[in-house]
């Protein structure tokens, strides 16, 4: 009894001074810290104003979850949306991808079961933030593969603060892109783990997590394009082994399979060219695996000849199927999006509603900066000890840095996918750097070590990096190191500018990446604040105010906004999936009223919405966007509208008396300015000054004959315009008539009195008609 | 009475006569001149105009096909190499048209040269190059029928554009497909193989992990430093201050960039990178640890100055940034 005493209390000891123990619960609290440190950064905008959904598209998310959760899955994905692209609606199942909802309705739907009543929109609002802990997990365990557990710590807490992913998973931006990087790091984490073990667990694993990618997000065929890639590079460089063999099958072939389960991706894994790569990397595995298998039963010389013929044949054969696949139409050619990826130039000329969307242009080096801050300098050297020290899955990252940089420099949207890769080697750059100097190398001063050791420490927890655990592991046998000053010097200098990274990553979220966009706010001289919540209102105004079934004609990007804070319904919206129906909306903006008039009838349209900016200076508003509405609408109808006459002889987009009639009579500009004319903002500026504009406006007393102001907001923000019913007894309009004469015409009428046409005449003492004549010469023969 | 009569109808049948034959003129003069047209043009797809051909054939009323006229000043004295440019992107639309199924004589590309016509130059106020006219086949230029190049620009589609807009005839442009890029490409490869081919015997150098590494980092520095959006953009290379005359190296606004810049900042990021190179070299250095220590404080060095340095490229852009590190 004694003795088993004893030896349990030797294994407490032994395991309360292991050093694997203190790891692990070290490793444990820092990933803890990570997770909260980056849920607490995202929730400027909760604090601020209040747990809302921002932004468009969320709104969306947000209004599909919330049919999900009370509908039920199979009903929302037979859903048709009726008040969505009036009159055609949108077939909302099987357009989206329905990982978003589906798991913020599971969580909804578990913590009902606990009796924990939580609203769908609190769940909606935080899913984001949660996630990017859990994303901070996955990249922890991504780097631990690559490189060590320590790199592992920093990137965790690289990717918990760095702004590039905090611009995607702020508290209510609830989109997509908050899931998908999870589910993208974890499937490249489990897709390492599979190469290096060659096990078909991680592989399976990997496709299911790959599965749950393609249910979240379009940015799914990054995968499927990078993982063939890292194989079909693995066989160039000549190390090709069972288990990448292994690995890679089981990924395509359960990934393929999974992948096309999701309705919005259907056939086009096995259709579309951007999945082909994959397919291809497929085939040529296997006959590489299958060469490698005929080698050992045929001579050198028989080899050879045999391979130069297979080889042949094999490459006429798939030349010649995909050509005629995609000739036969089997095959789609690349898409818009994915083709001005690789030509740059193809959107700008083709393309204008991709054009104009802010997220499709390409990247400076400010933003690179500015998203990625000392990462984006510390990135290439994580990059060239991979490529110094390669193995398999180095390999693999090497190839994502490169290929995430080149998508990131064309398109600011897909900095998100070079995030992480960047906090994974700017991770092993500074844990290397930190292993060399912290290493305490002076056998005489290790006391002092080890008490700078435990102030770095302090620091670095506050600075969330940290990991020191193989510093004491092994003592340097040289005694000529660097010497304890430069070394100190050097982790000092190396700290601060990591203080600094921190310190730029909270300044970066809170003052460009936590306005919810819905509810702006304006600051006065004293740092007072005023809330202008002039979108809500509006939207409030139209659910309480309009018909039921109203239809309401807006620009598409408040289309998501008007549906789900509205509640009615829309001719386009944020889902721009029908360019010549935008076109439309956009000749109407573009046109005089009149034909403008026309265009709505035909689209019973109730009510107009527009944005305007001019009284409080906000700069996102119509008139501003105008241009890109007159050029979608050019692109569709060439005859009607022109750029050109949007412009100044000069070239130049003004709104005040200098700028085209055609512009200063067009349906938008009628429609933000209306009785702006008359309102004097403040005693220095005249009449309809324009604060976003800075000028005065050009035309300003004008009456609409087809519409009528039905409701503008306190700051004019959004102004609302009811289409008039026709008009029960049309006005005479003669446009054609020269005015000279219908002058003379009034003139004429103005001197007689009044005259009927055709009047039968009576003359006195007379029967007017033909026999009565008759009988009145009858009459007069008599006499 | 008789007399007064047989005078009227004689004078009637002159006049009726003299119509007639002014018509037949007119007719034929129009006949004439676009079968003269036609005639040049099957030799060339532009036609050289000079000032009296340019007065009877495009100015003169009677007219039934469009002109479009290139105003420019082509003299390798007068060094206008942006009338350069266009004349070719003008070379390009007329090729286009002429060897198009729609050819017809209802459209005709001309061009006028400074230095053989400087009296239209001077007849129709013009004092700069090139400029694009559409005469239209009824009535006289209006407004828009003067290409603004300075919106539009010269590029052959959007010519032809333009055509489309006052003509009503669609050219479509047909570029000769531009093989430079492709013989590049090919030399690139022939020079790639030559080399393998010439080295068979010694393929170690493609196991040479710097070299590769090397490669890697230059497409990331490129990428990161914004070189995809010059391509894009095309911004100037560097700005000059009309006022002061002073050069400006890097672009005001966070918004955009200019080429020297993006190598600035490459510069930059390579020499934080090569410093930190430097820090973790310094240990594996053999060597007496004085040497040592001075590679790695100089490797610190370049860290800290071009970060701080880069940090103060990003401030003097991004407006009410707050942070700074060493230098302001």
């Not at chain 1, 200098?493 to 300044?507: G, K, R, Y």
């Not at chain 2, 469009?66 to 003299?75: F, K, P």
Request: some cysteine.
């Amino acid at each position: 009894m004694a003795d088993t005493d004893l030896v349990v209390r030797q294994d407490i000891r032994s395991a309360m001074w292991n050093p694997g123990g203190w790891k692990s619960l070290l490793t444990f609290f820092i990933l803890a810290l990570a997770w909260l440190a980056g849920f607490s950064a995202r929730l400027f905008a909760v604090i601020r104003f209040e747990s809302i959904i921002h932004e468009f598209d969320p709104w969306f998310n947000y209004r599909a979850t919330h049919y999900m959760v009370e509908n039920g899955f199979y009903n929302f994905l037979n859903w048709f949306d009726d008040r969505a692209w009036y009159p055609l609606g949108r077939i909302v199942g099987g357009t989206v991808y329905p990982g978003l909802m589906v798991t913020s309705g599971s969580i909804h739907w578990f913590l009902n079961l606990l009796h924990i009543p939580v609203h769908i929109r609190d769940i909606c609002v935080f899913l984001a933030p949660i996630f990017s802990g859990m994303t901070s997990m996955s990249v922890f365990l991504f780097t631990k593969e690559i490189w060590n557990p320590g790199a592992g710590l920093f990137a965790a807490c690289f990717i918990a603060i760095v702004p590039g992913y905090i611009s995607r998973s702020v508290a209510g931006s609830y989109d997509n892109e908050g899931i998908a990087i999870f589910a993208l790091m974890f499937t490249y984490y489990l897709w390492i783990k599979a190469v290096k073990t060659g096990q078909v667990f991680w592989s399976i694993c990997s496709a299911l997590s790959y599965f749950y990618m393609v249910s979240a997000w379009g940015g799914y065929v990054f995968i499927i394009n990078l993982v063939p890639l890292h194989v079909f590079v693995l066989l160039l460089m000549g190390r090709y082994s069972q288990r990448i063999y292994t690995s890679y099958t089981c990924f395509y072939i359960v990934g393929l399979v999974l992948s096309m389960q999701i309705p919005f991706v259907g056939f086009q894994p096995i259709r579309t060219s951007e999945h082909m790569a994959a397919a291809g990397v497929f085939a040529l595995l296997n006959a590489y695996a299958f060469l490698r298998y005929i080698q050992n039963f045929l001579t050198k010389a028989e080899f050879r000849y045999f391979f130069i013929a297979a080889v042949t044949c094999a490459a006429a054969i798939v030349f010649v199927a995909v050509v005629g696949l995609t000739w036969a139409g089997y095959i789609a050619p690349w898409s818009g999006r994915f083709y001005s990826l690789w030509d740059t130039g193809y959107a700008k000329i083709h393309i204008p509603i991709i054009a104009s969307v802010s997220e499709h242009q390409p990247t400076t080096w400010v933003s690179f900066f500015f998203d990625l801050h000392i990462l984006v300098c510390a990135f290439p050297v994580g990059a060239w000890y991979c490529i110094k020290n390669v193995n398999d899955e180095r390999v693999f990252v090497v190839l994502y840095a490169i290929f995430a940089s080149y998508f990131a420099g064309v398109m600011v949207r897909l900095m998100l996918t070079l995030t992480p890769v960047v906090c994974v080697l700017a991770a092993i750059a500074f844990s290397k750097t930190f292993e060399v100097y912290l290493k305490d190398d002076s056998p005489k001063s290790s006391q002092k070590g080890g008490d700078e050791n435990g102030d770095n420490k302090n620091d670095r927890l506050y600075d969330k990096v940290g990991n020191k655990k193989k510093i004491r592991d092994d003592k340097p046998k040289d005694d000529e190191g660097l010497g304890i000053n430069v070394k100190s010097i050097i982790i000092v200098a190396l700290l601060m500018m990591l203080m600094l990274f921190a310190v730029h990553c909270t300044w970066v979220t809170s003052s460009a990446y936590s306005s919810p966009s819905i509810v702006l706010a304006s600051y006065g001289q004293g740092g007072s604040r005023t809330i202008l919540d002039d979108f809500r209102e509006a939207y409030y105004w139209l659910r309480q105010n309009t018909h039921d079934k109203a239809r309401i004609m807006s620009w598409w990007d408040y289309g998501y906004q008007i549906a789900g804070m509205g509640n009615r319904t829309t001719l386009v919206d944020n889902n721009t999936w029908n360019n010549s129906h935008i076109a439309l909306v956009g000749k109407a903006m573009s046109s005089n009223e009149s034909a403008a008039y026309e265009i709505m009838r035909t689209l019973d349209v109730n009510y107009v919405l527009v944005i305007f900016g001019g009284v409080i200076g906000y700069s996102g508003d119509d008139i501003n966007k105008f241009l890109w509405m007159v050029r979608i609408a050019e692109g569709e109808h060439p005859k009607d509208i022109r750029e050109v006459d949007y412009f100044t002889p000069q070239g130049e987009f003004r709104v005040d008396s200098a700028g085209s009639k055609t512009l200063l009579n067009c349906l938008m500009y009628k429609l933000s300015y209306y009785r702006f004319g008359q309102l004097q903002l403040d005693f220095r500026s005249p009449a309809g000054f324009d604060r976003t504009r800075g000028v005065e406006i050009g035309n300003k007393n004008f009456d609409l004959t087809y519409l009528e102001e039905a409701y503008t907001t306190e700051h004019w923000l959004v102004r609302i315009y009811k289409v008039k019913d026709l008009e029960n007894r049309k006005k005479l309009i003669h446009p054609h008539k020269p005015i000279i004469k219908s002058k003379r015409k009034s003139l004429r009428g103005g001197k007689k009195t009044g005259v009927i046409r055709n009047k039968s005449k009576v003359v006195k003492g007379r029967k007017p008609k033909a026999g009565s004549a008759s009988s009145s010469r009858s009459s007069k023969s008599k006499k | 009475m008789a007399a007064y009569s047989l005078f009227t109808a004689l004078v009637g049948f002159l006049v009726i006569a003299y119509v007639c034959a002014q018509t037949k003129k007119k007719e034929d003069s129009l006949g004439d001149k676009v079968h003269q047209l036609m005639e040049w043009n099957n030799k060339k797809s532009i036609i050289r105009l000079k000032g009296d051909k340019f007065r009877q054939y495009v100015k003169s009323p009677p007219r039934n096909y469009s002109v479009i006229v290139m105003l420019t000043a082509l003299q390798p004295q007068r060094g206008c190499s942006v009338c350069k440019q266009a004349n070719d992107e003008y070379q390009i639309l007329a090729n286009s048209w002429r060897y198009s199924q729609q050819y017809s004589n209802r459209l005709f590309f001309t061009l006028v040269d400074y230095d053989e016509a400087v009296d239209i130059f001077q007849s129709m106020k013009l004092n700069t190059a090139p400029v694009f006219m559409h005469f239209p086949a009824k009535g006289k230029p209006k407004k828009g029928d003067t290409l603004d190049i300075n919106r539009v620009g010269f590029a052959a589609e959007q010519l032809a554009k333009w055509v489309g807009e006052r003509t009503d005839i669609q050219v479509r442009v047909f570029r000769p497909p531009n093989y430079s890029g492709t013989v590049a490409l090919a030399l690139l490869f022939a020079m790639v193989g030559g080399l393998l081919y010439f080295k068979r015997n010694n393929l170690e150098f493609l196991y040479n992990k710097t070299s590769w590494g090397i490669v890697s980092l230059a497409i990331i520095f490129a990428m990161t430093s914004g070189q995809m959006w010059n391509h894009i953009r095309g911004p100037p290379v560097m700005h000059r201050n009309p006022n002061t005359g002073q050069m400006h190296y890097i672009h005001g606004s966070s918004q955009g960039q200019f080429i020297m810049e993006t190598y600035i900042v490459m510069l930059l990021n390579t020499s934080v990178v090569v410093g930190f190179i430097m820090l973790n070299e310094a240990q594996n250095m053999k060597g007496d640890p004085g040497k040592k220590r001075i590679l790695s404080l100089v490797g610190l060095g370049c860290v800290t100055i071009f970060f701080s340095l880069l940090l103060s490229v990003f401030r003097s852009k991004y407006q009410g940034y707050p942070y700074s590190f060493l230098f302001k």
